[in-house]
């Protein structure tokens, strides 16, 4: 089973601020099978990137994905208050299906 | 706007069956576009994918939980359901309905998750 390790667990900055959140696979992984959510508090989590580099729906440009192989990079840039959440990777797989990262705690203050 | 809701006990007793239902509105699960998925989060925890269905009832479910899950679609409902038996407090958790958009292999839509706890 592949594992993903997300870093740093918490990362905090102030608005206007660029954010690197990392997530890294035990193996190489297509670039297909890679999708960001972002989770605010009480709510569930929502898409934000697959595909590892396409914004769904309503993701602000401002939103950005890379990477390949084993290392991936959701990047948010001019960081606003309303960016404090939860990042989580996930990776398809076939068993189990999905299997997610730990997630990182993004702080705005 | 697709919406998805969980609906079902918010409290089960250990060794019981924990069952939820997700209704859809402003999708049919018969149009065969989506898989019909079962996520959940323990308490303070990350994410834990449970499974899915499809329309025409075939299921895949997480190996870790293989023998206690069972999945169900009711499409003149237009809702699915899940059954979890012998539960125990490690099965306390939000549990979220989703629809998988499998040629992203991403869950595109998600409920508002349902709090259930397992105790006596």
């Known amino acids: 089973e592949v594992v993903l390790t997300q870093s740093p667990g918490t990362l905090s900055l102030s608005p206007g601020d660029r954010a690197t959140l990392s997530c890294r696979a035990s193996?190489?992984?297509?670039?297909?099978?890679l999708v960001w959510y972002q989770q605010k508090p009480g709510q569930a989590p929502r898409l934000l990137m697959y595909?590892?580099?396409f914004r769904a729906t309503g993701t602000p440009d401002r939103f950005s994905g890379s990477g390949s192989g084993t290392d991936y990079t959701l990047s948010i840039s001019r960081l606003e208050p309303e960016d404090s959440a939860v990042y989580y990777c996930?990776?398809?797989?076939?068993?189990?299906?999905?299997?997610f990262g730990q997630g990182t705690k993004l702080e705005i203050k | 706007q697709v919406q998805l809701q969980e609906s079902g006990p918010r409290l089960v007793k250990p060794s019981q069956t924990l069952s939820l239902t997700c209704s859809v509105s402003?999708?049919?699960?018969?149009?065969?576009?989506?898989?019909w998925t079962w996520i959940r989060q323990h308490p303070g925890k990350g994410l834990e994918w449970i499974g899915y269905?499809?329309?025409?009832?075939?299921?895949y479910s997480n190996p870790s939980l293989t023998g206690r899950v069972t999945m169900s679609v009711d499409t003149s409902k237009n809702q699915f359901s899940l059954r979890l038996n012998s539960v125990t407090s490690a099965d306390t958790a939000v549990y979220y309905c989703?629809?998988?958009?499998?040629?992203?292999?991403?869950?595109?839509?998600w409920g508002q998750g349902t709090t259930v706890t397992v105790s006596s």
């Open positions: 595909g590892a580099y």
């Open positions: 269905i499809y329309y025409s009832g075939s299921t």
């Open positions: 996930q990776r398809f797989g076939s068993s189990p299906r999905y299997t």
């Open positions: 193996q190489i992984l297509s670039h297909s099978y």
């Open positions: 989703a629809r998988d958009n499998y040629n992203d292999y991403a869950m595109d839509v």
């Open positions: 402003g999708d049919s699960i018969n149009s065969g576009d989506y898989f």
